[in-house]
């Protein structure tokens, strides 16, 4: 029989990356928040890699964190190592890379759910949403309990009817043999929404003490402490190295051998894998041309002996997965403890929601993270965090909180999923950012901490260091342009001792700082009187400074779009009644209900000409006649 639990303003459905910004946001916002999750010791679980960040993806993480989200500050507590990438590249793709302690960041994620106001946590199965004139307003589970609120997230993951694939071996299983959701997917189906199948998957875990490093190359942290928090100031110094090694002839013609018993080849496999995380088997047969490819071992934390085979994801027969693995150098003699495996799930189509990431065929609903088709932590944080912010902007009576492409790398992933779909698990790239010089890591702060504190979420001391640091930034822009270097005996020599061109002439600070060869802190050694400012408003400055025509030019570019953006397209109009548009477009254009004429020129199918009929349509007020 089933019975009133309670009532909430939100419902977060699972406690993964997800679910926990989502839950985190919503209740810092001042909603009263219901957290259920399928397993209290698996919150924030990483079924995959034991790490956080990368290209674009560290880039959102430091997003959340600059909005005043939570993985930024756990990872920074509990990481085994970090590292800056393609720090000899610019600043538009360098990205923080973290090792993550899984065990540790779990404790330490769970540790700030159960501390935060407004958010009570729960271990429960969910199998069915409560409805009322189509309007979600809470959710059923298993055990007849009946939570209300007036908005709900779902951010189920990879558990919704998830199956595990191993050989020829399938069985029903969430990650880490955890238990699955099955009802709430039916329910899913049954209240209309279009589910698609998709697959990731995972490499074997091996014993520590059973490899061999000597035959394997070192990977070690960076010297300068860092982290992806702006508030972090304790950051970790006794980093854990990782490893890297190789696969060879022998383990390809092993793999060759067997891929017939592989869930991927052998027709087991239905879902969609990931084109940017293939399997060993996809690499062996789609780069058949290259000996080898890289192995990396990474230790999953510190109390640990697990260590994850980066690199070598497979679905075939633990028989077969022995012999490949002891085919590596250094794997020789290695003890698997976990069995690779894949894992097939259902995800919902994402060009059913609205930007807001609510759902359009329900009110209320709200959907985050890999249910929507992506893959990867932070891609599913990222959401969540949106989702958590505009399922509570809905309850409080507050304007939906939408990113654009321009504001955030946030903002790029979630447009690519509501306004193109994705036929494959999504994961965010450098290269999908049109506007990446202007989303860069460094930033992250500029671009919307002050959005962060107009929510609620960001404190109002944070605040006030944040625009101190703005203030300063300025203040030593202003200051470089009103110095004059002059190409005296001792400036001439101190460019030559650095190995830089000699100065013909007197210059602004301000245009030398813009030479490619001249650092802030070469700058600083010209200064008669320098100034001692935080490394982070330095680079600030240097960033700012030194690229300032290429980010003019990138705000130009967004300023012309923004016209597109701003001409918005009546909810009320028919496609079918605009004379010119391609039957494709009209038919994808229905099924997306784009906001704008910028969301729909981005539409798949729907071309410029396709566009430009369509805003013509509406500037001649064809619909407002239509609807009269």
Same mark, same amino acid.
């Given at each position: 029989?089933?019975?009133?639990?309670?009532?909430?303003?939100?419902? &977060?459905?699972?406690?993964?990356?997800?679910?926990?910004?989502?839950?985190?946001?919503?209740?810092?916002?001042?909603? =009263?928040?219901?957290?259920?999750?399928?397993?209290?010791?698996?919150?924030?679980?990483?079924?995959?890699?034991?790490?956080?960040?990368?290209?674009?993806?560290?880039?959102?993480?430091?997003?959340?964190?600059?909005?005043?989200?939570?993985?930024?500050?756990?990872?920074?507590?509990?990481?085994?190592? /970090?590292?800056?990438?393609?720090?000899? =590249?610019?600043?538009?793709?360098?990205?923080?890379?973290?090792?993550?302690?899984?065990?540790?960041?779990?404790?330490?994620?769970?540790?700030?759910?159960?501390?935060?106001?407004?958010?009570?946590? =729960?271990?429960?199965?969910?199998?069915?949403?409560?409805?009322?004139?189509?309007?979600?307003?809470?959710?059923?589970?298993?055990?007849?309990?009946?939570?209300?609120?007036?908005?709900?997230?779902?951010?189920?993951?990879?558990?919704? $009817?998830?199956?595990?694939?191993?050989?020829?071996?399938?069985?029903?299983?969430?990650?880490?043999?955890?238990?699955?959701?099955?009802k709430l997917s039916e329910n899913l189906e049954e209240l209309g929404f279009d589910l698609t199948r998709f697959k990731t998957g995972t490499p074997p875990r091996v014993h520590n003490k059973s490899i061999d490093y000597s035959k394997t190359e070192?990977?070690?942290?960076?010297?300068?402490?860092?982290?992806?928090?702006?508030?972090?100031?304790?950051?970790?110094?006794?980093?854990?190295?990782?490893?890297?090694?190789?696969?060879?002839?022998?383990?390809?013609? &092993?793999?060759?051998?067997?891929?017939?018993?592989?869930? /991927?080849?052998?027709?087991?496999?239905?879902?969609?894998? @990931?084109?940017?995380?293939?399997?060993?088997?996809?690499?062996?047969?789609?780069?058949?041309?290259?000996?080898?490819?890289?192995?990396?071992?990474?230790?999953?934390? $510190?109390?640990?002996?697990?260590?994850?085979?980066?690199?070598?994801?497979?679905?075939?027969?633990?028989?077969?997965?022995?012999?490949?693995?002891?085919?590596?150098?250094?794997?020789?003699?290695?003890?698997?403890? $976990?069995?690779?495996?894949?894992?097939?799930?259902?995800?919902?189509? @994402?060009?059913?929601?609205?930007?807001?990431?609510?759902?359009?065929?329900?009110?209320?609903?709200?959907?985050?993270?890999?249910?929507?088709?992506?893959?990867?932590?932070?891609?599913?944080?990222?959401?969540? /965090?949106?989702?958590?912010?505009?399922?509570?902007?809905?309850?409080?009576?507050?304007?939906?909180?939408?990113?654009? $492409?321009?504001?955030?790398?946030?903002? &790029?992933?979630?447009d690519d999923l509501v306004t193109k779909g994705t036929r494959e698990p999504y994961r965010l790239l450098t290269s999908r950012a049109e506007y990446r010089l202007l989303l860069r890591h460094d930033n992250a702060d500029m671009r919307l901490t002050?959005?962060?504190?107009?929510?609620?979420?960001?404190?109002?001391?944070?605040?006030?260091?944040?625009?101190?640091?703005?203030?300063?930034?300025?203040?030593?822009?202003?200051?470089?342009?009103?110095?004059?270097?002059?190409?005296?005996?001792?400036?001439?020599?101190?460019?030559?001792?650095?190995?830089?061109?000699?100065?013909?002439?007197?210059?602004?600070?301000?245009d030398l700082l813009k030479r490619p060869e001249i650092s802030y802190t070469l700058l600083e050694s010209l200064l008669e009187d320098p100034v001692d400012l935080p490394l982070d408003v330095k680079e600030q400055v240097e960033i700012q400074i030194?690229?300032?025509?290429?980010?003019?030019?990138?705000?130009?570019?967004?300023?012309?779009?923004?016209?597109?953006?701003?001409?918005?397209?009546?909810?009320?109009?028919?496609?079918?009644?605009?004379?010119?548009?391609?039957?494709?477009?009209?038919? =994808?254009?229905?099924?997306?209900?784009?906001?704008?004429?910028?969301?729909?020129?981005?539409?798949?199918? &729907?071309?410029?000409?396709?566009?430009?009929?369509?805003?013509?349509?509406?500037?001649?007020?064809?619909?407002?006649?239509?609807?009269?």
């Open positions: 029989m089933t019975y009133n639990a309670g009532k909430y303003d939100v419902i &977060v459905i699972g406690a993964g990356h997800a679910g926990c910004e989502a839950g985190i946001a919503a209740a810092r916002m001042g909603a =009263k928040t219901l957290m259920l999750t399928l397993n209290l010791d698996m919150i924030a679980f990483m079924p995959c890699n034991p790490s956080l960040g990368g290209p674009a993806k560290g880039i959102v993480i430091r997003e959340i964190d600059a909005l005043g989200g939570a993985m930024g500050k756990v990872i920074d507590k509990t990481h085994i190592q /970090m590292r800056m990438l393609n720090t000899g =590249k610019g600043p538009a793709v360098r990205a923080l890379r973290a090792q993550a302690d899984k065990p540790l960041y779990i404790q330490e994620m769970k540790k700030v759910i159960e501390e935060q106001e407004n958010l009570t946590l =729960k271990q429960a199965m969910v199998n069915e949403l409560i409805l009322e004139n189509g309007v979600c307003k809470g959710v059923l589970t298993e055990t007849n309990a009946a939570y209300y609120a007036d908005s709900v997230i779902i951010t189920t993951g990879t558990f919704m $009817r998830g199956k595990v694939l191993i050989g020829d071996l399938e069985y029903e299983s969430g990650p880490n043999n955890q238990r699955v959701s099955i070192i990977q070690p942290g960076d010297d300068k402490p860092q982290g992806f928090s702006y508030e972090t100031t304790n950051f970790i110094t006794d980093q854990i190295p990782c490893w890297l090694t190789y696969t060879n002839e022998f383990t390809h013609e &092993v793999i060759n051998d067997n891929l017939k018993l592989s869930a /991927m080849y052998s027709g087991m496999k239905r879902g969609t894998g @990931p084109r940017y995380c293939p399997s060993i088997e996809d690499k062996i047969v789609r780069f058949n041309d290259k000996p080898r490819h890289q192995i990396f071992l990474e230790p999953e934390g $510190r109390n640990t002996e697990e260590v994850y085979v980066q690199g070598l994801s497979t679905s075939l027969p633990e028989s077969i997965q022995e012999e490949m693995i002891k085919s590596v150098a250094g794997l020789e003699n290695a003890q698997i403890m $976990r069995a690779g495996y894949a894992i097939e799930y259902d995800a919902v189509v @994402p060009t059913q929601l609205w930007p807001t990431l609510e759902t359009k065929k329900i009110s209320g609903l709200f959907t985050a993270g890999q249910i929507n088709g992506t893959s990867g932590y932070e891609e599913a944080a990222g959401q969540g /965090m949106m989702a958590g912010i505009n399922a509570a902007a809905k309850v409080l009576g507050r304007d939906p909180f939408v990113l654009d $492409r321009s504001q955030a790398y946030i903002g &790029v992933l979630i002050a959005l962060g504190y107009e929510l609620g979420i960001i404190s109002k001391e944070r605040y006030e260091k944040f625009i101190a640091k703005k203030e300063a930034v300025e203040a030593e822009k202003k200051r470089l342009a009103s110095i004059i270097i002059k190409p005296t005996e001792a400036t001439q020599n101190t460019l030559k001792d650095a190995d830089k061109q000699p100065l013909k002439e007197a210059v602004k600070a301000y030194k690229y300032e025509g290429y980010i003019k030019k990138a705000y130009d570019q967004v300023n012309r779009m923004q016209k597109m953006e701003d001409k918005r397209i009546p909810n009320n109009i028919d496609y079918d009644a605009i004379h010119g548009l391609a039957s494709e477009a009209k038919e =994808k254009l229905k099924s997306v209900q784009p906001l704008s004429i910028g969301q729909a020129s981005r539409i798949s199918g &729907v071309t410029p000409a396709d566009t430009s009929i369509l805003a013509v349509y509406i500037e001649q007020g064809n619909v407002a006649r239509a609807a009269n």
